[in-house]
Structure formats: C-alpha cells, structure tokens
C-alpha cells in the first residue's frame, strides 16, 4: 500500500502510470460516448414541451458537471501539492485547468445555442448557472494567466495552488450571489428545479454521457500529464535514457 | 498557554507600527491615495456623459454604476500595496521579522483600506448626489461601500501578495481579483438598487457583512502564503 503512494511520487513511474490507464479510460469513454450520442440523437423520444431542441443537453450538462469538477480536481491536487509537497500533484493541476476551461466554454456555447430556441435569445443574464459558468470560465483563465507569468515552476505551481483554493472558496459564494441575484431580477425560475422527471429512454443517454465525459476528462488529462511531467524533468537523467531507448518513450 | 516572554513579538504593537508606517509612507506621497479617488470621481463622470443626463436613467443606473466605479478604483490602488516594499527590500525584512506574517499582511490591508477604502466611502455621498439619490438611500450605499471595500481590499491583498515582483502585474492582477470581486459587486449594488426601489433590503447587507467577516478572518493567511511564494 505504502509502495503504491512512494512509487506514485516519482515522475518516471507517473509517466508510466498515465500511459498504462490511457486505454483503460479512453475505451469506456469512447463507447459510453458513442452509445449516449445514438440512443440520445436517435433512441430517446422528444421532450413534449421542448422537441427536439432538449437534445443538447447531452453535451451540455455533461459539460457543466466537468467545469466544476475540474476546478475541484485542481485545487484539491493543489492542495495536496501544498501541503505534502508533492510536485506531481502540481503538475496534474497544471495540466487540468485547460482541460476545465474548455468544458466550461463548451457548457456556455451549448447553454447558449439552447437558449435561443427557448429563450429566444443567446445569452440571457437572468439565468444563474449561465452566469457563474461565465465566472467561473473566467476564474480558470486567471489560473492560467498567472502561471503563464512566473517563469519558475515551482513558484507557478504554488502560487496558482494558493488561487484555486482561494477560487473554490469564492465559486461557492458566487453560487449563492448570483442565485440571490437572478430572484431579484425575475419572476419565475426560467427552468423547473427538479421539474417531471425524466423518461427512461431519456435519462440513460444521458447518464452514459456523464460517465462517458468523465472517463475522456481522465483520457485527456492523462494524455496531458504525460506532456507535463515530460516536459518538467525535461533535464532528468531517466527523460534523456527513455528518449535514446530503441523504444523512443513510447 | 505559555505566558508570552519579553523575547516574543507582542502582535499588537507590531499592528500598530506597520499601520503606522504605511500611512505615513501614504501622507508623503499622497499621489498615491488620491489618484484613485479622482479616478473614481471620473468614471462616475464618464457614464452620465454616455448614456444621457436623463434622471430615471441615472437613478436606475447609479447604484450599479458608483459600485463598479469604486471596484475599478480599488483595483488601480492594490497594484502598489507591496510594490513598493519589494522594491526597496523592506517585505524580505517583513518576512523574516518574529511577528507572525498573516498579522503583517493584515496591517498592510488595513493601512491600504485606510488610505483607499475609507476615503472612497466619503466621498460617495458627493457623487451619489449627481445621481439624484436621496439621503436615506446615501445611507445604505456608503454601508454598502464600508463593508465591500472591506472585502475588496482583502481579497485584493491575495491577488496583490501573488503577482508582488512580476512583469505585466497590473493586467494580471485584475484577471485574478475581478472574478473574486464579483460577489461583492453583485451584493453591494443590488442591496443599494433595492433600497432605491424601496424593497427589503437587509439580506443584502447581512450576506456582505459575513463575507467581511469571512475576508478578514481567512484572507490574511492566504496573502501570508502567497508573499512567502512571491518572495522565496
């Protein structure tokens, strides 16, 4: 047990780790995928008020449910990178925040193109989740401007750690504000909370695409892992003897 | 409990010099407390100008615009609450003084929201005035504006403490502290906007105290961390 968290803090083992569960991830990913776009596009009966424009929210809430749980999945690696000083705990969060921010850009296009149908309109202030996704899109840019500004990567990685925590505390009082905000400014809640619940033949679609976009958040972060480590011990002994190996690193 | 030795730093002392000391450091150079107030003054003047003098349109829009006016101010203000120590090598002796950095951290906010925060409630009322507000709702926006410049100043060390000593700091600074900032905005503006419309309004104040309360409580060790990261 103990071996198995000694070996996780050395990046050559890492490098391999990440390799060795790529097809572990990127398999179930691609078939959850593939079965929630089918049975969603094709399988699942329209929904009698919205037809078929409720289809997006098969890459829609998906999406939204990953910008969050990126931000957690960064800082919580931050912290642990803080507190155990574990540099590879950096690294991951380092290569999640792209990866974040592009879930959060999908869940606001897809939120938007959704809009216009319903809403008659692509962007509307009054919906709250609207509005703290473009928050927090703009939370994980900040991440990424500061760490693209400190040259020295273990100062970036810790500064950046002190700002996601720092972030996740704020993303719950945004939550709250905004919601606090938009009963302000509207009569009725724009969608149902809870509202009838969901057909069979819609629901299952779209569990297969939550399941299937966390298996391909794994997929890519791993891909992107590997990059990162690779490039941080780019001066290490064990980078150069791999690169040179017959193998090539592959 | 040990009881504290003449050797250990007696914490309020400290508090007390470094508050001091900035507001001095501030009085000599008052270009520095006072640019930001005149940059309150005339983006608030830049909205009239506009949108039209139309008075529904200024009541409507006053609160909002007063409120992001004195976010922008605080903003152009925090780019220099440790830029000058850095500079001179003061914050090294800072660092590594007996008294405990969060304590420092926390008497350098205060001193910035002495010299920014404060004065910018005061003068409030002068502008509020050119956007037709009555006296009452005056009231709740210099509330408003006491407590949030409270948690901007705060939040703001954080941004302030990470980005000490880099090129490109100023830019960088209001992409971190913006979308931090924006509860604050969100709650100070629409508990004045409330007030305007004669609407209940306490929750408002109530949820910006609480998050002062929060600031003060945790920020001062998060911009402690972020200095020793800044500065190692």
């Given at each position: 047990?103990w071996?198995?968290f000694?070996?996780?803090?050395?990046?050559?083992?890492f490098?391999?780790?990440a390799?060795t569960?790529?097809?572990w991830?990127a398999?179930?990913a691609?078939?959850?995928?593939a079965?929630?776009?089918?049975?969603?596009?094709?399988l699942?009966?329209?929904?009698?008020q919205?037809?078929?424009?409720?289809?997006?929210i098969?890459?829609?809430v998906?999406?939204?449910?990953?910008?969050?749980?990126?931000?957690m999945f960064?800082?919580?690696?931050?912290?642990?990178g803080?507190?155990?000083r574990l540099?590879l705990?950096?690294?991951?969060?380092?290569?999640?925040?792209?990866?974040?921010?592009?879930?959060?850009?999908?869940?606001?296009?897809?939120g938007?193109i959704?809009?216009?149908?319903?809403?008659?309109?692509w962007?509307?202030?009054?919906?709250?989740?609207?509005?703290?996704?473009?928050?927090?899109?703009?939370?994980?840019?900040?991440?990424?401007?500061?760490?693209?500004?400190?040259?020295d990567?273990?100062?970036?990685d810790?500064?950046c750690?002190v700002l996601?925590?720092v972030?996740?505390?704020n993303?719950?009082?945004?939550?709250?504000?905004?919601?606090w905000?938009?009963s302000?400014?509207?009569?009725?809640?724009?969608?149902?909370?809870?509202?009838?619940g969901?057909?069979?033949?819609?629901l299952?679609?779209?569990?297969a695409?939550?399941?299937?976009f966390?298996?391909?958040?794994?997929?890519?972060?791993?891909?992107?892992?590997?990059?990162?480590v690779?490039?941080r011990e780019?001066?290490?002994r064990?980078?150069?003897e791999?690169?040179?190996?017959p193998?090539g690193?592959? | 409990?040990a009881v504290p030795?003449p050797?250990?730093p007696r914490?309020?002392?400290?508090l007390?010099?470094m508050?001091?000391?900035d507001l001095?450091?501030?009085?000599k150079?008052?270009?520095?407390?006072?640019?930001?107030l005149?940059?309150?003054?005339?983006v608030?003047?830049?909205?009239p100008?506009?949108v039209g003098?139309?008075a529904?349109?200024?009541?409507?829009?006053?609160?909002?615009?007063?409120?992001?006016?004195?976010?922008?101010?605080?903003?152009l203000?925090l780019n220099s609450l440790f830029?000058?120590?850095?500079?001179d090598?003061?914050?090294d002796?800072?660092?590594v003084?007996?008294?405990?950095?969060?304590?420092?951290?926390?008497?350098?906010?205060?001193a910035?929201?002495l010299?920014?925060?404060?004065?910018?409630?005061?003068?409030?009322p002068?502008?509020?005035?050119?956007?037709?507000?009555?006296?009452?709702?005056?009231?709740?926006l210099?509330l408003?504006l006491?407590l949030?410049?409270?948690c901007?100043?705060?939040?703001g060390?954080i941004?302030?403490?990470?980005?000490v000593?880099?090129?490109?700091g100023?830019?960088?600074l209001?992409?971190?502290?913006?979308p931090?900032?924006?509860p604050?905005l969100?709650?100070?503006?629409?508990?004045?906007?409330?007030?305007?419309?004669g609407e209940?309004?306490?929750?408002?104040?109530?949820?910006?105290?609480g998050?002062?309360?929060?600031?003060?409580?945790?920020?001062?060790?998060?911009?402690?961390?972020?200095?020793?990261?800044?500065?190692e």
């Open positions: 047990m071996k198995f000694h070996q996780l803090a050395s990046p050559p083992h490098y391999r780790l390799a569960l790529m097809p991830l398999v179930p691609l078939l959850l995928i079965y929630g776009t089918y049975a969603g596009l094709f699942a009966s329209p929904d009698y919205q037809g078929d424009a409720f289809r997006i098969y890459v829609h998906p999406s939204a449910y990953l910008s969050m749980m990126a931000y960064m800082a919580i690696s931050g912290a642990i803080l507190i155990w540099k705990a950096h690294a991951v969060g380092a290569a999640a925040a792209p990866l974040g921010a592009a879930f959060t850009f999908l869940a606001l296009v897809t938007s959704w809009g216009r149908p319903m809403w008659g309109t962007w509307e202030w009054g919906d709250p989740r609207l509005t703290s996704e473009l928050i927090l899109l703009f939370l994980y840019f900040g991440y990424m401007a500061l760490r693209s500004s400190i040259d990567t273990a100062k970036a810790k500064a750690a996601a925590l972030g996740v505390v993303v719950v009082v945004v939550h709250y504000s905004v919601e905000w938009s302000l400014h509207q009569g009725q809640t724009l969608m149902k909370k809870g509202g009838p969901m057909d069979a033949d819609m299952y679609p779209l569990l695409m939550i399941l299937g966390t298996f391909l958040f794994g997929a890519l972060l791993a891909r992107r892992i590997r990059t990162e690779l490039y780019r001066r290490t064990w980078v150069r791999m690169i040179l190996s193998e690193g592959r | 409990m030795s050797e250990q914490i309020l002392v400290g007390v010099a508050v001091r000391r001095l450091l501030a009085w150079r008052p270009g520095d407390v006072l640019n930001p005149f940059f309150f003054a005339m608030c003047t830049l909205f100008l506009a003098p139309s529904e349109q200024l009541t409507v829009s006053g609160p909002g615009v007063l409120w992001v006016a004195a976010l922008l101010s605080t903003l203000s830029m000058s120590d850095h500079e090598g003061s914050l002796q800072l660092l003084s007996p008294q405990p950095l969060p304590v420092l951290a926390l008497s350098k906010t205060l910035h929201w010299t920014s925060g404060l004065p910018l409630v005061l003068i409030s002068l502008l509020a005035m050119t956007y037709r507000m009555s006296t009452d709702i005056v009231g709740v210099m408003t006491l949030g410049t409270v901007l100043s705060l939040l060390s941004g302030a403490a990470l980005t000593g880099l090129h490109r100023t830019a960088l209001s992409l971190l502290i913006l931090l900032a924006m604050v969100l709650l100070g503006a629409n508990t004045v906007s409330l007030a305007a419309g209940p309004y306490a929750t408002g104040i109530w949820a910006l105290a998050y002062a309360v929060a600031a003060l409580s945790l920020a001062p060790y998060a911009t402690a961390a972020a200095l020793r990261i800044s500065n």
